[in-house]
């Protein structure tokens, strides 16, 4: 198709890859069990794979299942309904996984190719990932199959409708725009996916609000059919007051500013601060599931620093919500 060419009608699919990314998401910004899609799992389960999946990859960043997401793009099983294609056993890159990923920031990116670049080179790596990603997936395969899969179908048909009757994009599918006047880029991907039949729609059950993925085969815009701009903007000040309480402690705080100027232990931070290490441990815990501190091995010890790109996104997200910004 032509760049001139009308807009093609976008696709309308499930995706168990994408719920799947969601999960690992979730189990990120809720390690204590506390969102109800994890309710499956139980609050011991959720805190160990949130632990295994933050400290998987030790290279200086937690959160994130993107590299799955590209492999199932690549090996055709990124709008599969069940995963047992996927998992255990990854499938080795099938293309190049550099075509994409405009959606991600330039950090992000090179984070995603460096994990793809692994997974593809080191089969125990790529086995131990695999192993991962399953046990998390498959304590919600009964609620997928019984009420998440028959509800983004039925979610899927009834917009599928809407696009079939010549409804405008952005008006059938309103989280469209919504990323539109997010981020004016990722509405010059979306404008420029449709041009050229690479955009999916993809309802989502276990899924937040909005997602946009740039992949290699498909640019992919993911909402959830449930979430009323109420409930979406509770979501979303739920998540921006805990992770600003974590800010309402001074000595964690004056942690966080420690971190900032370098890379420091658990020990050393105790000795600096006059504090016994669990107390330290304990507010580096809080800091962690901010996201406002990572990690990295340096021989026996393990180094903290701040997370200075996550603040920042932080805090813009604050001062843009609040108009702050202007």
Do not use: C
């Amino acid at each position: 198709m032509g760049e001139d060419s009308a807009p093609a009608i976008p696709e309308v699919r499930p995706s168990a890859p994408l719920e799947l990314l969601w999960l690992g998401h979730l189990l990120i910004t809720h390690p204590d069990g506390g969102d109800p899609r994890l309710a499956a799992l139980g609050p011991e389960m959720t805190r160990r794979l949130a632990s295994e999946l933050k400290d998987f990859w030790e290279d200086g960043h937690e959160a994130g299942m993107a590299e799955m997401v590209v492999l199932a793009d690549l090996s055709g099983e990124l709008f599969a309904e069940r995963l047992d294609r996927l998992l255990p056993e990854l499938p080795v890159l099938g293309g190049p996984a550099a075509a994409g990923l405009r959606s991600e920031t330039d950090e992000d990116r090179v984070r995603i190719l460096d994990r793809l670049d692994r997974l593809t080179r080191d089969r125990d790596i790529r086995r131990r990932y695999g192993l991962l990603l399953q046990a998390i997936w498959q304590p919600l395969v009964p609620e997928w199959e019984t009420r998440g899969l028959p509800q983004v179908r039925a979610a899927g048909a009834s917009l599928a409708r809407r696009l079939q009757r010549g409804e405008p994009l952005s008006k059938a599918a309103e989280v469209v725009e919504r990323l539109r006047r997010k981020n004016q880029a990722w509405g010059e991907l979306i404008d420029e996916a449709e041009r050229r039949a690479r955009l999916v729609l993809v309802p989502a059950y276990f899924g937040g609000s909005w997602s946009i993925w740039d992949l290699p085969h498909h640019v992919v815009v993911g909402f959830s059919e449930t979430a009323s701009p109420t409930e979406e903007l509770l979501g979303e000040a739920r998540h921006l007051s805990s992770r600003l309480r974590v800010l309402g402690d001074a000595t964690r705080m004056a942690l966080l500013l420690r971190l900032s100027e370098r890379p420091t232990s658990v020990g050393e931070l105790a000795r600096i601060f006059d504090l016994a290490q669990p107390t330290v441990s304990a507010h580096l815990r809080a800091l962690r599931d901010a996201a406002l501190v990572t990690t990295r091995r340096d021989g026996p010890r393990t180094l903290y620093r701040a997370d200075r790109e996550s603040l920042s996104e932080l805090l813009s997200q604050v001062a843009e919500r609040t108009g702050a910004s202007g």
